[in-house]
């Protein structure tokens, strides 16, 4: 017995030592490595919990799109306008499908978008990995300084999932990254994780090796989210009532400026359950907000014909055509419902 107990804590003092030496490695890795984390474009936020650098500059490859000039603007926009133009004024927010990291400079869909009349200024702003409350708060924060005539706010199926800290923390592909979320009506920042959720936190090997498992198992991770679960299941009512609460908020910010909504999905998603591909909108309607249907699909038809319009594999983000297809389908409804009008 006395020898196994002293082989026992030999092991365990060596398992201790292993974990500390990873750990002191990933650390050093992490402030060498700019790829792994986008440690120069992702800076952490209070409010945010993560933002994206400004006047960001990198001309690289990126893996399914090719060489990309990637640059953001002031506050990490990816494109700002001018706030003093007598144009009409259009704000794109969104997640990694808005910051198109894939896409140059001038070929995102807000770029496309502009392209279509000479009376538009646009502002753009999107962060890989955000939910929609952290796009609200980017909206709120610089929504009296550009003084905007119309929102076009994009959403993503995985939005359900991010606003809601219960789904978000039982998910097994959620940021590892503190994060505002909306709890019991009010902004909390919370980490992500409730089970040794400390120490995931604060031990960065820990979250890279779930970030890497995550990566491995992406399609496993989207089959849980997209089939493993039914709209009745009771995180996925957690996840649309956040939605629709984040959107009431938002609501409340904007006023009586025209807010509008689209969703950006991968091609990957095409085929899940109705559920999924119909639940952002479904609030939307909920919320009385207008809503962009048929983008995915129109995309999907695209690809179908033989188009390249994402960067599959290995990425599910659409590249520069799939962001020129999107960018006309938005015009072309905008025009359509008369709000690309000054005094409308």
């Given at each position: 017995m006395k020898k196994l107990f002293s082989l026992l804590k030999l092991v365990l003092i060596q398992l201790i030592i292993l974990f500390v030496l990873l750990e002191v490695g990933t650390r050093i890795y992490r402030m060498v490595s700019v790829s792994l984390y986008n440690?120069?474009?992702?800076?952490?936020?209070?409010?945010?919990?993560?933002?994206?650098?400004?006047?960001?500059?990198?001309?690289?490859?990126?893996?399914?799109?090719?060489?990309?000039?990637?640059?953001?603007?002031?506050?990490?926009?990816?494109?700002?306008?001018?706030?003093?133009?007598?144009?009409?004024?259009?704000v794109f927010i969104g997640d990694s499908f808005s910051q198109a990291r894939g896409v140059a400079d001038g070929n995102c869909l807000y770029d496309n978008f502009k392209k279509q009349?000479?009376?538009?200024?646009?502002?753009?702003?999107?962060?890989?990995?955000?939910?929609?409350?952290?796009?609200?708060?980017?909206?709120?924060?610089?929504?009296?300084?550009?003084?905007?005539?119309?929102?076009?706010?994009?959403?993503?199926?995985?939005?359900?999932?991010?606003?809601?800290?219960?789904?978000?923390a039982a998910s097994i592909g959620n940021q590892l990254r503190t994060r505002?979320?909306?709890?019991?009506?009010?902004?909390?920042?919370?980490?992500?994780?409730?089970?040794?959720?400390?120490?995931?936190?604060?031990?960065?090997?820990?979250?890279?090796?779930?970030?890497?498992?995550?990566?491995?198992?992406?399609?496993?991770?989207?089959?849980?989210?997209?089939?493993?679960?039914?709209?009745d299941d009771p995180l996925v009512q957690d996840g649309l009532a956040k939605t629709h609460e984040i959107m009431q908020r938002t609501k409340k910010i904007v006023g009586n400026k025209t807010l509008v909504a689209f969703s950006a999905n991968s091609m990957l998603t095409m085929g899940v359950n109705a559920w999924a591909n119909d639940s952002i909108a479904s609030v939307c309607k909920q919320a009385n907000i207008p809503f962009i249907a048929g983008i995915t699909d129109?995309?999907?038809?695209?690809?179908?014909?033989?188009?390249?319009?994402?960067?599959?594999?290995?990425?599910?983000?659409?590249?520069?055509?799939?962001?020129?297809?999107?960018?006309?389908?938005?015009?072309?409804?905008?025009?359509?419902?008369?709000?690309?009008?000054?005094?409308?």
């Open positions: 440690s120069k474009l992702l800076l952490d936020d209070d409010t945010l919990g993560w933002r994206v650098a400004d006047n960001y500059k990198a001309d690289d490859v990126a893996p399914g799109f090719g060489k990309v000039r990637y640059t953001t603007q002031r506050d990490g926009f990816r494109v700002w306008g001018d706030t003093k133009t007598k144009k009409i004024k259009v009349s000479d009376s538009i200024e646009v502002f753009a702003y999107g962060c890989g990995g955000y939910g929609s409350l952290q796009e609200s708060l980017l909206l709120e924060k610089y929504i009296k300084e550009i003084n905007p005539d119309i929102i076009v706010w994009q959403f993503c199926l995985n939005d359900i999932k991010d606003n809601s800290y219960d789904f978000d505002p979320y909306l709890v019991g009506g009010k902004v909390e920042q919370l980490f992500p994780k409730k089970h040794f959720g400390w120490v995931f936190k604060y031990s960065k090997f820990l979250q890279l090796l779930s970030l890497k498992i995550n990566a491995m198992g992406n399609t496993a991770a989207a089959k849980d989210f997209m089939e493993g679960r039914g709209v129109s995309l999907y038809k695209h690809q179908k014909a033989g188009e390249k319009i994402d960067g599959y594999p290995p990425d599910g983000h659409w590249n520069a055509r799939g962001h020129a297809i999107a960018g006309k389908i938005i015009f072309e409804e905008l025009k359509k419902r008369e709000m690309l009008k000054k005094d409308r």
